[in-house]
Structures are given as structure tokens and as C-alpha cells.
């Protein structure tokens, strides 16, 4: 499995940003995808995560204002995130996993700043 950030940029706080992440390769494989995120100089944390059946999670910190969502005919997953911080600043990684458990798929990572 192969997957590839974009979307990611500069923003004011209170703007909007859509990341995609397309992925490819054995697509039928995966269980779940999730959008982490590494904040300069902190650890990487999980934002948000979405299985097959359907089911979603949202760190605290993003809930109400992101929303994941997954095209599978475009094979992509998205990351709607809207009013932004400027603590929302990181660097965006899409993963997926195959099997329960951690993730085993990364992809290169996209630059969010969130200026205020």
C-alpha cells in the first residue's frame, strides 16, 4: 500500500484546509485509515481514524471541528478541517493499517501552519 499526502499549506486561524490522501497498490486490504499528526518538537498523535465498518474516532483536541471521510471509488481519504488553531500546526500523515493493531502504511507527511 502506497499512500500520497497533499492539501496541506499556510492558513489563518479560523480558515479551513482539506487534506487528501490517495492511496494505492493491494486497496483492498486495508482496514482503517487515520490522518496522525507531529507537532514541531512533540510527539506524533492520532487526529482522527476510520474503519470498514464505518466507525470514527476524533482526538479531543480536533473534535467538532475535523471530519474524516473515505472515497473509495477515488480510493482517497480525506481531512475537513475547519476553524484551525494555531496549535492545529504539524505535519499531517496519512497511514493505514491491514490487520488489528498498529499502522503499518505511511505516507511522506504535508505541512499544515496555522498562523494567528
Known amino acids: 500500500v502506497q499512500l500520497v499526502e497533499s492539501g496541506g499549506g499556510l492558513v489563518q486561524a479560523g480558515g479551513s484546509l482539506r487534506l487528501s490522501c490517495a492511496a494505492s497498490?493491494?486497496?483492498?486490504?486495508?482496514?482503517?485509515m487515520g490522518w496522525y499528526r507531529q507537532p514541531p518538537g512533540k510527539e506524533r498523535e492520532l487526529a482522527a481514524a476510520?474503519?470498514?465498518?464505518?466507525?470514527?474516532y476524533y482526538a479531543d483536541s480536533v473534535k467538532g471541528r475535523f471530519t474524516i471521510s473515505r472515497d473509495n471509488a477515488k480510493n482517497t481519504l480525506y481531512l475537513q478541517m475547519n476553524s484551525l488553531k494555531p496549535e492545529d500546526t504539524a505535519t499531517y500523515y496519512c497511514?493505514?493499517?491491514?490487520?488489528?493493531?498498529?499502522?503499518?502504511?505511511w505516507g511522506q507527511g504535508t505541512q499544515v501552519t496555522v498562523s494567528s
Open positions: 497511514a493505514a493499517r491491514d490487520r488489528p493493531g498498529s499502522f503499518d502504511y
Open positions: 497498490g493491494s486497496i483492498s486490504s486495508i482496514k482503517a
Open positions: 476510520t474503519s470498514d465498518n464505518g466507525s470514527t
